[in-house]
């Protein structure tokens, strides 16, 4: 079984910065895709920034710009830098990890922003 431990969430004023971590327990060199998504109240969960094979990266339209995905592929670990966090940010922001037709997630990690 796969587990991915998120952190870096908080509440943080808008305009501000979060970094968020998930570490995997298992090697991401063999994933199909890895990435963050997100879930506002009453909303569905949404894609924000995944990783996918061919190192190809996608992006919320919605986060372009602001928001990067990266990977320490030694530390099993994938990042997300916030910056110029907006209100409409807030969430609870899930860990996404993909092996072949296998979908893990992690427990997430609210983010809140604040006007």
């Known amino acids: 079984q796969v587990q991915l431990v998120e952190s870096g969430g908080g509440l943080v004023q808008a305009g501000g910065s979060l970094r968020l971590s998930c570490a995997a327990s298992r090697t991401l060199f063999t994933s199909t895709a890895m990435g963050w998504y997100r879930q506002a109240p009453g909303k569905q969960r949404e894609l924000v920034a995944l990783?996918?094979?061919?190192?190809?990266?996608n992006y919320a339209d919605s986060v372009k710009g602001r928001f990067t995905l990266s990977r320490d592929n030694a530390k099993n670990t994938v990042y997300l830098q916030m910056n110029s966090l907006k209100p409409e940010d807030t969430a609870r922001y899930y860990c996404?990890?993909?092996?072949?037709?296998?979908?893990?997630w992690g427990q997430g990690t609210q983010v809140t922003v604040s006007s």
């Open positions: 990783f996918t094979s061919g190192d190809r990266t």
């Open positions: 996404q990890l993909r092996v072949l037709d296998q979908t893990y």
